[in-house]
């Protein structure tokens, strides 16, 4: 019987997962995935404001234009929020997350209020989790561990 040569806890904790794509579909993944996302969205935006009727013009340009915002905006911020400080960084993702959904939920008709509540309320969420994945992950300069 042959039993694995014991390894050092340095090497364990070194070890790294590997990638099952290519670099190309990394490449081709960072332009199609917030594509997908932004086509659903716009969907989505289009079928609150349309409360189950018919599907009409203006429907329909109000979905493509909401896609092509969020997903211009979701392209920039995978591009730039690497960029930023740990506290700008948490920040930006969690702005983007309370408009996109305060967004989405006024477009099913409730108070202004209501809707601003929600986004603000999941930014803020968005904000503490995401601040302290950022805090536990990365130096005071915001280098991430290799």
Not at 66 to 78: A, D, H, K, N, S
Request: proline share 5%; glycine share 12%.
């Amino acid at each position: 019987m042959t039993h694995a040569a014991p390894r050092s806890r340095g090497m364990i904790e070194q070890s790294r997962t590997t990638d099952v794509f290519d670099a190309r579909t990394h490449r081709m993944a960072r332009v199609v995935l917030p594509v997908l996302a932004g086509v659903v969205y716009g969907y989505w935006a289009a079928a609150n404001r349309r409360y189950g009727g018919p599907i009409t013009g203006s429907n329909l340009l109000l979905g493509i234009l909401t896609g092509l915002v969020f997903t211009g905006v979701l392209i920039t911020l995978l591009t730039l929020a690497p960029r930023l400080r740990r506290g700008p960084h948490a920040l930006v993702w969690a702005a983007f997350a309370g408009c996109a959904v305060g967004f989405l939920y006024s477009q099913s008709n409730p108070s202004i209020y209501r809707s601003v509540g929600v986004g603000v309320g999941l930014m803020v969420g968005t904000f503490v989790i995401l601040f302290y994945r950022y805090y536990t992950k990365e130096d005071a300069e915001g280098n991430r561990p290799e």
